[in-house]
């Protein structure tokens, strides 16, 4: 009997010890982490693709966070602008035509007062330049101009290196969705000091029938030399320019 | 013999005393008294704990997961890109979000737990000299998670962004928030695990026992220590900052004493201990708001972090083989010293102030032993266990959760 008393204080003391052990207060959270290695995409499905229009722009460093929303405000209004000029695209009434026409209008002037902020913009279209993607060892940015007057033409950069898709890690890389890859060179010609190397990280905004647009970010590297509107030549540029890019056939 | 059997199994308590730079609530029964010459004794302690609550440095008991939970301003995320910080302002103001908006918050759990082993082998060299060693080998476990849920000012602008065909930067932004503590972390050189599970080395222990008085109503003994630096798994990656040992050479002294009255025993001892200084990798915040430790230098110079422990105890002696103890438990650890060439000196000052800590705890336990069996030929083997739970009261910079503690124990 007392035994079994003993067996029992025994028991009461484990239960009791067992009580004390710290219950969850809440349930779990689920991590809504994306994964790493979700995307697998091939550059071939762009093959013999054509750039019908590029545009790069890049500021000098030290800009104040108000001028950086005067960059971003003009942007802002140019993708609503592009936007309208699409939803009317294909409508050949007057009143169209006319709205068309002031958008333009206003576009064009937005991206003057983004060029006077601007350290160095490229813009040109396929009727500047004829760059496709191509495939030798691998799929490579392949450009001839076509209108070496393009004031915007960017010193008419080569492509360097491979085209490819690139499916970052979100936690350890600056830019955190997939995107395309593509270098972009200009070498040194005397007399002009513009001489860089940029990489292109776009991303797929928007695919119609035989286009596809592409937003993201312009990286040139730290040796690049741009060229100010007054023919100052200048390093260190900010890091993190914007880049618009349509492929088509 | 009887009388030496039963202080000896008790000895090794004291041996395989708080050997983890985490304070918990183990308790150590005391008893004064060692093993009879040329005997051996070998016994493992079983320590385990939750690790949900933690005693803050101001004293406060706080549950882990709120060390994750926190708001999120888009000042945070402007201060916090040295590069692109002016830009991301001007890009959230072109959007019509104010810099003290709230971005949203990060929601966390944190659970955990820690189960230490401490083996302990002792050696009789006289009736009242023994030798005692213990080396903790310590299991950390813990699953965390964590999410980013946007405010509703957050999702108003990212709604923006994909109505004014931006879809790809709102994209970017969201896996950017979604993923910001880990990259945060990342950044500041630390391992992000949700789940971790490590074993590691504590600090080794050797103790000698001298026993001063051995009479049957009054003992008492005292024990010189030095303490080994075993301790492994010194990464500074490690997010929790779980150490199982100072890995720092130390020696101490404990004078223990045992009054006995009938079948009621009382108990007390103190223990000093003082580590030497080393050098050490040590993390250091970057102003006394940084409580992640963002910054990181190898070659700290580390000095200070000496400890002082009391007992108070009262055992209830069943005639032959249990007992019933209770027993308060406090301990205090004095701040570390820290100096560095890498950093100002208030960078090593703020760390220091973060570095002590204190717990008062008690404690209840129930032990059996065959000693007496044994004495008498009804058991093969002298041996004994123990099971009891300890209670921490109030603490700084401790665990909060009770430690239940297992030990068992054999003599030859």
Redesign the interface.
């Given at each position: 009997m007392k035994k079994l008393d003993m067996k029992s204080a025994i028991l009461i003391l484990m239960l009791a010890l067992t009580a004390c052990g710290k219950k969850n207060e809440s349930e779990p959270v689920t991590s809504t982490l994306p994964g790493r290695n979700g995307v697998a995409r091939s550059v071939s499905e762009l093959k013999h693709k054509r750039i019908r229009e590029l545009f790069v722009v890049l500021f000098e460093k030290n800009f104040s966070p108000e001028e950086w929303k005067f960059v971003f405000d003009q942007t802002n209004i140019l993708s609503s602008n592009k936007k309208k000029i699409r939803q009317i695209e294909g409508l050949d009434d007057d009143a169209s035509s006319e709205i068309r026409g002031k958008l333009i209008t206003e576009n064009a002037g937005l991206l003057t007062a983004l060029s006077e902020k601007s350290l160095f913009m490229m813009n040109w279209s396929i009727q500047d330049e004829n760059c496709k993607l191509s495939l030798k060892d691998f799929w490579q940015l392949v450009c001839k101009p076509r209108n070496i007057n393009n004031p915007l033409n960017g010193g008419l950069p080569h492509g360097v290196g491979a085209v490819e898709w690139v499916n970052p890690d979100p936690i350890t890389s600056v830019t955190k969705t997939p995107y395309l890859r593509i270098r972009l060179q200009r070498d040194l010609e005397e007399p002009m000091p513009l001489a860089y190397q940029m990489e292109l990280r776009l991303k797929e905004e928007r695919i119609t029938e035989g286009e596809s647009w592409f937003k993201g970010e312009a990286l040139p590297m730290s040796d690049s030399v741009f060229v100010r509107q007054d023919g100052t030549p200048v390093t260190g540029v900010f890091p993190y320019g914007y880049a618009e890019l349509t492929l088509g056939n | 013999m009887k009388q030496l059997f039963l202080s000896a199994l008790l000895v090794l308590l004291v041996a395989s005393g708080d050997s983890h730079a985490q304070m918990m609530s183990s308790y150590l029964r005391e008893q004064t008294g060692t093993l009879p010459q040329g005997r051996i004794l070998i016994s493992v302690v079983g320590v385990q704990s939750?690790l949900?609550?933690m005693f803050t440095k101001e004293g406060d008991s706080k549950?882990l997961?709120s060390n994750l939970n926190r708001e999120v301003k888009v000042n945070t995320i402007?201060q916090d890109e040295p590069?692109?910080g002016?830009?991301l302002?001007?890009?959230f103001?072109?959007?019509g979000v104010d810099?003290a908006d709230t971005v949203g918050a990060i929601?966390?759990?944190m659970?955990g737990s820690v189960n230490g082993k401490v083996p302990v082998i002792g050696y009789g060299v006289t009736d009242t000299v023994g030798v005692y060693l213990n080396l903790p080998v310590i299991e950390f476990n813990l699953?965390a998670?964590?999410?980013?849920v946007q405010s509703e000012k957050m999702k108003a602008f990212l709604a923006k962004l994909r109505d004014?065909?931006?879809?790809?930067?709102a994209?970017?932004f969201e896996?950017?928030l979604?993923?910001s503590l880990?990259?945060k972390l990342?950044r500041s050189g630390y391992e992000?695990n949700?789940t971790l599970k490590k074993n590691v080395f504590g600090d080794a222990r050797i103790n000698v026992v001298k026993v001063l008085n051995s009479g049957f109503s009054f003992q008492s003994q005292v024990q010189p220590f030095v303490i080994l630096p075993t301790a492994t798994d010194l990464s500074l990656q490690d997010l929790y900052g779980l150490k199982a040992g100072d890995h720092r050479l130390g020696v101490g002294l404990k004078y223990a004493a045992q009054k006995q009255w009938s079948i009621f025993q009382f108990n007390t001892s103190v223990t000093a201990t003082h580590l030497f200084p080393a050098q050490q990798g040590r993390r250091l915040p970057k102003d006394n708001a940084d409580e992640l430790n963002e910054y990181l230098d190898e070659q700290v110079w580390v000095a200070g972090g000496d400890q002082l422990q009391g007992q108070v105890q009262m055992r209830y002696l069943f005639p032959r083989w249990?007992g019933l103890s209770f027993g308060l438990d406090w301990k205090q650890r004095w701040n570390e010293s820290w100096s560095g060439s890498k950093y100002s000196p208030d960078l090593y000052g703020y760390a220091e102030e973060k570095t002590g800590s204190s717990l008062f705890s008690t404690y209840a336990s129930?032990d059996l032993n065959s000693i007496q069996s044994f004495l008498e030929g009804g058991f093969l083997f002298p041996a004994a266990a123990e099971?009891g739970?300890g209670?921490p009261i109030v603490g700084r910079n401790a665990i909060a959760?009770?430690v239940?503690q297992l030990q068992g124990t054999m003599f030859f």
């Amino acid at each position: 009997m007392k035994k079994l008393d003993m067996k029992s204080a025994i028991l009461i003391l484990m239960l009791a010890l067992t009580a004390c052990g710290k219950k969850n207060e809440s349930e779990p959270v689920t991590s809504t982490l994306p994964g790493r290695n979700g995307v697998a995409r091939s550059v071939s499905e762009l093959k013999h693709k054509r750039i019908r229009e590029l545009f790069v722009v890049l500021f000098e460093k030290n800009f104040s966070p108000e001028e950086w929303k005067f960059v971003f405000d003009q942007t802002n209004i140019l993708s609503s602008n592009k936007k309208k000029i699409r939803q009317i695209e294909g409508l050949d009434d007057d009143a169209s035509s006319e709205i068309r026409g002031k958008l333009i209008t206003e576009n064009a002037g937005l991206l003057t007062a983004l060029s006077e902020k601007s350290l160095f913009m490229m813009n040109w279209s396929i009727q500047d330049e004829n760059c496709k993607l191509s495939l030798k060892d691998f799929w490579q940015l392949v450009c001839k101009p076509r209108n070496i007057n393009n004031p915007l033409n960017g010193g008419l950069p080569h492509g360097v290196g491979a085209v490819e898709w690139v499916n970052p890690d979100p936690i350890t890389s600056v830019t955190k969705t997939p995107y395309l890859r593509i270098r972009l060179q200009r070498d040194l010609e005397e007399p002009m000091p513009l001489a860089y190397q940029m990489e292109l990280r776009l991303k797929e905004e928007r695919i119609t029938e035989g286009e596809s647009w592409f937003k993201g970010e312009a990286l040139p590297m730290s040796d690049s030399v741009f060229v100010r509107q007054d023919g100052t030549p200048v390093t260190g540029v900010f890091p993190y320019g914007y880049a618009e890019l349509t492929l088509g056939n | 013999m009887k009388q030496l059997f039963l202080s000896a199994l008790l000895v090794l308590l004291v041996a395989s005393g708080d050997s983890h730079a985490q304070m918990m609530s183990s308790y150590l029964r005391e008893q004064t008294g060692t093993l009879p010459q040329g005997r051996i004794l070998i016994s493992v302690v079983g320590v385990q704990s939750s690790l949900d609550r933690m005693f803050t440095k101001e004293g406060d008991s706080k549950s882990l997961s709120s060390n994750l939970n926190r708001e999120v301003k888009v000042n945070t995320i402007v201060q916090d890109e040295p590069v692109r910080g002016a830009q991301l302002a001007g890009m959230f103001l072109s959007n019509g979000v104010d810099l003290a908006d709230t971005v949203g918050a990060i929601e966390g759990s944190m659970t955990g737990s820690v189960n230490g082993k401490v083996p302990v082998i002792g050696y009789g060299v006289t009736d009242t000299v023994g030798v005692y060693l213990n080396l903790p080998v310590i299991e950390f476990n813990l699953n965390a998670n964590y999410r980013f849920v946007q405010s509703e000012k957050m999702k108003a602008f990212l709604a923006k962004l994909r109505d004014s065909d931006q879809t790809s930067v709102a994209k970017e932004f969201e896996v950017a928030l979604s993923t910001s503590l880990e990259n945060k972390l990342y950044r500041s050189g630390y391992e992000w695990n949700t789940t971790l599970k490590k074993n590691v080395f504590g600090d080794a222990r050797i103790n000698v026992v001298k026993v001063l008085n051995s009479g049957f109503s009054f003992q008492s003994q005292v024990q010189p220590f030095v303490i080994l630096p075993t301790a492994t798994d010194l990464s500074l990656q490690d997010l929790y900052g779980l150490k199982a040992g100072d890995h720092r050479l130390g020696v101490g002294l404990k004078y223990a004493a045992q009054k006995q009255w009938s079948i009621f025993q009382f108990n007390t001892s103190v223990t000093a201990t003082h580590l030497f200084p080393a050098q050490q990798g040590r993390r250091l915040p970057k102003d006394n708001a940084d409580e992640l430790n963002e910054y990181l230098d190898e070659q700290v110079w580390v000095a200070g972090g000496d400890q002082l422990q009391g007992q108070v105890q009262m055992r209830y002696l069943f005639p032959r083989w249990v007992g019933l103890s209770f027993g308060l438990d406090w301990k205090q650890r004095w701040n570390e010293s820290w100096s560095g060439s890498k950093y100002s000196p208030d960078l090593y000052g703020y760390a220091e102030e973060k570095t002590g800590s204190s717990l008062f705890s008690t404690y209840a336990s129930i032990d059996l032993n065959s000693i007496q069996s044994f004495l008498e030929g009804g058991f093969l083997f002298p041996a004994a266990a123990e099971l009891g739970v300890g209670l921490p009261i109030v603490g700084r910079n401790a665990i909060a959760e009770p430690v239940i503690q297992l030990q068992g124990t054999m003599f030859f």
